[in-house]
């Protein structure tokens, strides 16, 4: 099966770089289309596996990547849990089928920043693309509802644990409600900064590079 790679350095900086990894001939090849017009963006490469996917996506480590998770040999979750700690700026968003929990959990705690349904249309998608290389984090209507209705379930409260201050769980618990940096400051009557300090500490804590990974972490500390 052929797999065409270009050389995603050689895109202008003011373009978006963008990678697929899809086994499903006709979907690749209509995603590599769309990007391939897509005004803005610089196709850089479509793969049909994992295997044949890794070394160049950490290569060339583009700005997005499409990713179906159910794939030959390795997952596609697999794919983004072992890329994301070495191409932190590239965002991985995963394309599929799967609408169940675990899955999208699953995929947000390996460091995926976006999931879509594989019905997504194409102004959708390249839309969602845009969104989340300007630091968003798109998601399909149905996925979203899921993520909200998991967050919004009745849990005990979220465990202290060593790892965070009493602060620290304060500005975790927020972002997971969904509030933006701007709203916890006001919240918290604190700094916008001081709210960028807590937020990177956190992160390094927990040993996660992104808003979703964080997140989801936070799901699993308040089980």
């Known amino acids: 099966m052929k797999t065409e790679t270009l050389n995603a350095n050689s895109a202008p900086s003011a373009t978006i770089t963008a990678m697929v990894v899809e086994d499903d001939t006709s979907i690749r090849n209509i995603l590599?289309?769309?990007?391939?017009?897509?005004?803005?963006?610089?196709?850089?490469?479509?793969?049909?596996?994992?295997?044949?996917?890794?070394?160049?996506?950490?290569?060339a480590k583009p700005d997005v990547v499409l990713v179906d998770i159910n794939l030959p040999g390795l997952s596609g979750i697999e794919c983004v849990r072992q890329l994301k700690p070495h191409t932190p700026g590239t965002q991985f968003v995963m394309l599929t089928v799967y609408e169940d929990s675990n899955h999208i959990f699953d995929a947000l705690s390996a460091g995926a920043?976006?999931?879509?349904?594989?019905?997504?249309?194409?102004?959708?998608?390249?839309?969602?693309?845009?969104?989340?290389?300007?630091?968003?984090s798109p998601m399909s209507g149905n996925i979203a509802r899921k993520v909200v209705q998991s967050l919004q379930q009745p849990k005990p409260a979220p465990r202290m644990t060593e790892q965070l201050s009493k602060r620290e769980n304060e500005v975790l618990a927020l972002l997971a409600q969904g509030y933006l940096y701007k709203e916890i400051a006001d919240a918290l009557g604190i700094g916008l900064e001081t709210v960028n300090t807590y937020i990177r500490r956190i992160y390094e804590k927990l040993h996660v590079h992104s808003r979703a990974q964080a997140v989801a972490r936070y799901t699993d500390l308040s089980r």
Do not use: C, M, N
């Open 32 to 59: 590599t289309t769309w990007l391939d017009e897509a005004d803005g963006f610089s196709f850089a490469g479509a793969f049909p596996d994992v295997e044949s996917a890794l070394p160049q996506i950490a290569r």
């Open 113 to 136: 920043t976006g999931y879509l349904v594989k019905t997504t249309s194409r102004e959708a998608l390249i839309g969602a693309l845009r969104e989340v290389h300007a630091g968003g």
